[in-house]
Nanobody
């Protein structure tokens, strides 16, 4: 069984920063892509950023320049540095990982709330 545990969410004023972390644990042979998604109230879940095992990144166009994704393969952990936060960034942020145990499967974290006040 694989678990993804997120941390680092909270409330911040507009213009502030937060850093999210997501650690994968369990029986893990390898992890391919890791990423962050978010879901605002009344909206569909959307991609924030994804990073491959080799470090190649992809971002939602609207977030480029403000958010940075990184990972520590030795710790099976992915990070999301969020700067210049705006009220419209308010959402539940979910971690995702493509994990190979005995087969490759998608795993999701429980989500962490990020609230940006104006």
């Amino acid at each position: 069984q694989v678990q993804l545990v997120e941390s680092g969410g909270g409330m911040v004023q507009a213009g502030g920063s937060l850093r999210l972390s997501c650690a994968a644990s369990g029986i893990i042979f390898s992890i391919n892509a890791m990423g962050w998604y978010r879901q605002a109230p009344g909206k569909q879940r959307e991609l924030v950023a994804v990073i491959t095992a080799s470090g190649r990144t992809n971002y939602a166009d609207s977030l480029k320049g403000r958010f940075t994704i990184s990972r520590d393969n030795a710790k099976n952990t992915v990070y999301l540095q969020m700067n210049s936060l705006k009220p419209e960034d308010t959402a539940v942020y979910y971690c995702n990982a493509q994990v190979t145990t005995f087969q490759m499967s998608d795993y999701w974290g429980q989500g962490t709330q990020v609230t940006v006040s104006s």
